[in-house]
């Protein structure tokens, strides 16, 4: 402030020496021109000096000045300087972020908020075959042209990694991700996961052909321990015992491999396969009396419709899971305890089917493994009532097949509730 203030000293001493010169020579009003003038010519030439020194390279020093020039000229020059140690640092982290996305394996793409391509390394350009002399600015569904990666990339729901085939090489399989970032720019990350996906080919494969081949053994087995009951008379009790248990564990064994093909049939078989309208009124009820017929009447399960539209889906699928809910509630509930069955509006339209019961209910500890392949709660429980420990298992997985979820609410002692929520998309019409 008091270069300000010194200038202004300046301006009022020139002024007022030159006008009393010039009242003394008896032209006062040329004297003040004349002080006037001269500081004029002093701001014009410190401004030229200003001019020249911005339009030189940026790292000269600033021209030698007075008062508040100088200041001017000093304040300047350090506040480039401070912008410059800015710049180099930038550009030095920039280098480093460039430089350690380029030593991954994984492919990076920088999207811009159009989607098109702004920058990528080169694991990129292996796995999508980009070229980086030609591609900048082009749109990404260019060269990820796979109809499912399109429709991930426009619903802008990036929650989920999604599996395509490489555009470059049929053969390799890729797992891309993207996320947003600054200003609706988009990152997209892309892994090759064809070895993961052979690995899972081979143990999908394994476990089907094994339970396969275990298939006819068992029914040889089942058949022949049968025709020995049958004409047990004969056999001394302690046989009679053995030959009971093995008829057990036969079935078992057979329920077993039946689930274990039944998973593998959904993990493998093509979606939509064989999917139509479902009356899922008709569906719930069947489930219900079926239910009904297992338990023998020492559970009271009713029906509760509260939703009419059909359902798109696969028939078969859906009462098997459906049937594997109700089962579990009346394996796992105490007899007297009550079982309903609900079909219901959900979720933006969607709808739900629950199964609820007010049995022992489950600890929330166990809730997030329930569906895990042979997580049970209670182990001997769960095999005493003929449980194999694959049900809920195939409950998750026939839902997947149909865009929808399983939630499971339980508080121990509460009973529990096992909900199927499908999305509105798989509702034929929509609700009135
Ligand atoms: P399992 O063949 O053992 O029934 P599931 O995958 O169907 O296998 O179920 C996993 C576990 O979840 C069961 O072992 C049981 O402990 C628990 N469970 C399932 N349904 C219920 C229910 N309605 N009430 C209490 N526990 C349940």
């Given at each position: 402030m008091h270069y300000w203030l010194n200038e202004l000293w300046r301006l009022a001493y020139l002024v007022i020496c030159f006008g009393i010169l010039g009242t003394l020579l008896g032209y006062p009003g040329w004297g003040i021109a004349l002080g006037l003038g001269i500081h004029l010519a002093f701001t014009l030439r410190h401004l030229k000096r200003l001019y020249r020194w911005l339009e030189a390279p940026v790292d000269q020093r600033p021209p030698d000045g007075e008062g508040v020039w100088g200041d001017l000229f000093d304040r300047l020059y350090r506040y480039q300087k401070g912008q410059q140690q800015l710049q180099n640092r930038l550009r030095s982290v920039l280098k480093r972020v460039q430089e350690s996305a380029e030593s991954m394996s994984e492919g990076v793409v920088m999207l811009d908020s159009r989607g098109c391509l702004d920058w990528w390394n080169s694991a990129a350009e292996r796995l999508i075959g980009l070229d980086s002399r030609h591609d900048?600015?082009?749109?990404l569904t260019n060269y990820l042209r796979d109809p499912a990666f399109i429709r991930y990339f426009r619903k802008m729901d990036y929650s989920e990694p999604i599996t395509i085939g490489a555009p470059t090489n049929e053969a390799r399989t890729l797992s891309c991700q993207i996320t947003r970032f600054g200003d609706d720019e988009r990152l997209l990350i892309i892994r090759d996961v064809t070895r993961l996906q052979r690995l899972e080919q081979t143990r999908r494969d394994f476990v089907a052909n094994v339970s396969h081949e275990l298939r006819t053994p068992l029914t040889v087995l089942t058949g022949y321990v049968e025709t020995w009951q049958d004409n047990?008379?004969?056999?001394?009790a302690s046989y009679k015992r053995g030959l009971s248990r093995m008829q057990e564990q036969t079935v078992r064994m057979q329920h077993l491999v039946e689930d274990l093909l039944t998973l593998s049939r959904l993990e493998t078989s093509e979606r939509h396969h064989n999917e139509r309208s479902i009356d899922m009124a008709a569906l719930c009820e069947q489930i219900a009396e079926d239910g009904q017929e297992l338990s023998g009447g020492s559970h009271e399960i009713t029906c509760r419709l509260e939703e009419t539209r059909r359902l798109f889906g696969d028939v078969e699928e859906l009462r098997s899971a459906l049937t594997n809910l109700i089962y579990n509630a009346v394996r796992y509930t105490p007899p007297g305890c009550h079982i309903t069955l609900v079909y219901r509006r959900w979720d933006k339209n969607g709808a739900a089917v629950e199964v609820i019961d007010d049995g022992d209910g489950i600890s929330p500890e166990h809730l997030p493994r329930?569906?895990?392949?042979?997580?049970?709660?209670?182990k001997s429980r769960s095999v005493a009532s003929?449980?194999?420990?694959?049900g809920l298992a195939i409950v998750k997985h026939v839902l997947l097949r149909h865009d929808a979820r399983l939630d499971i609410e339980s508080q121990p002692g509460e009973g529990a509730c096992f909900r199927c929520i499908f999305p509105?998309?798989?509702?034929?019409t929509a609700p009135a």
């Open positions: 900048r600015g082009h749109h047990d008379g004969a056999l001394p329930l569906t895990e392949r042979f997580y049970r709660v209670d003929g449980g194999t420990g694959l509105v998309t798989r509702l034929e």
